[in-house]
């Protein structure tokens, strides 16, 4: 981020001015801070939406990172450490090359391998049979006419 720094104007005899007393000395200096002051003012609105910005895309990162390494959501601690550590190693990398080499190198340090997720399938009903009906109707058994005969009579 670029600062515009506004140069302070000084007339020759307010120049000349500050050798001959210590109060126009002091006079300078209070209007030197004026100024710093009143250029950080400035700058303040635009540096805080650049943080804010940077962060609302780190947030992004990481939430994208564990979405795609979510075996070491469980250890978010121990990941940080390590990115803090490749990052202070590799200070020329990306955020991304810093990402990915701390998912490779928490995993060595712990011992986990990249568990790779099986694409969904649809789920598949077992092969019963196509009958709607839920129960069974008991059937009577068939009977020879000489039984019938005999059933009807009892």
Known sequence: MEVELKPLELSKEEFDAIFEA???LVGLLNKVRESAVEQVLRTIPT????IVNQQ???NRMVQDFYTANNDLAGVKP????VA???AARNPGW????VFAEAAVESRNRLNLKKTVSKPSQPERKPGLPANTQSRRVPTTPRLSQLEQELQDLM
């Open 56 to 58: 609302t895309v780190l």
């Open 84 to 86: 803090n550590e490749i």
């Open 78 to 81: 121990f990941v940080a450490v």
């Open 22 to 24: 210590p109060e126009h």
């Open 94 to 97: 990306t955020v991304e090359q």
């Open 47 to 50: 540096v805080t939406a650049q």
